[in-house]
């Protein structure tokens, strides 16, 4: 089974509109974290927003934030006012455990901004 | 403050060749994780090295290889290169808190 899922490919979202892209994980483990990466096309990964399983608050960043709803294991990303920018890959990871230091990594979602 | 470099940008090989690419952290991390991301798809974790020992490998090869210097910059190494191997090769820099920071990848092509 996959660990997460992005079901969403691609996107089109108009300039200053805001803009969700969903993300499920799935594990057993109590303790957890769930990251949110853009990749432009250059190829970096950029780190956008982290949530902890244990976390009461949903996580914020600026423009983003990190809609976490445990119980259906759901960590959807929004960002707020798109900008032509922020057209790339984003990317949904999670790190299993405190003893788990890889990340998991979902297929990620195309969002394009248009003008 | 500089942040995670890896070298070299991009490399072109043949198969059967070995390859090795560089990466160095942030200053003040000490732990380093490889990544290989296939075109279209997501990063698959390759190994973690903290303190120069592989603390974790995930589901690759003993192809793949690696090492980290007592100044903690890392290096990643395969050998017998496939055409499966061409991917964008991802460093991330890990220090005492949960974020990982990417440096910009090397895009190996094996021809």
């Known amino acids: 089974a996959q660990k997460i899922t992005q079901t969403q490919p691609g996107m089109f979202v108009q300039e200053k509109e805001a803009v969700t892209l969903d993300c499920t994980y799935d594990?057993?483990?109590?303790?957890?974290?769930l990251f949110w990466y853009k990749q432009p096309s250059s190829g970096e990964m950029i780190f956008l927003i982290y949530?902890?399983?244990?976390d009461e608050q949903n996580a914020t960043e600026g423009r983003y934030s990190l809609n976490f709803q445990k119980a259906r294991k759901s960590a959807n990303l929004v960002i707020s006012a798109s900008q032509l920018g922020d057209s790339a890959m984003y990317f949904c990871?999670?790190?299993?455990?405190?003893?788990?230091?890889?990340?998991?990594w979902g297929a990620g979602t195309k969002l394009i901004i248009k003008p | 403050d500089a942040g995670v470099t890896q070298s070299p940008t991009h490399l072109i090989k043949t198969r059967g060749q070995q390859v090795t690419l560089r990466c160095s952290p942030k200053?003040?991390?000490?732990?380093v994780s490889w990544y290989q991301q296939a075109l279209g798809q997501g990063p698959q974790f390759i190994f973690q090295?903290?303190?120069?020992?592989?603390?974790q490998r995930g589901n690759f090869p003993d192809r793949f290889s690696g090492h980290q210097f007592p100044n903690y910059s890392s290096e990643l190494n395969v050998n017998a290169l496939l055409l499966g191997d061409s991917a964008l090769y991802l460093c991330?820099?890990?220090?005492?808190?949960?974020?990982?920071?990417f440096g910009p990848g090397t895009r190996l092509t094996v021809t």
């Open positions: 991330a820099s890990i220090g005492g808190s949960y974020e990982q920071y």
């Open positions: 200053s003040g991390h000490d732990t």
């Open positions: 090295y903290y303190e120069e020992e592989e603390r």
């Open positions: 594990t057993s483990d109590q303790s957890y974290g």
């Open positions: 949530q902890g399983s244990y």
């Open positions: 990871a999670m790190r299993e455990s405190d003893s788990n230091y890889q990340l998991i």
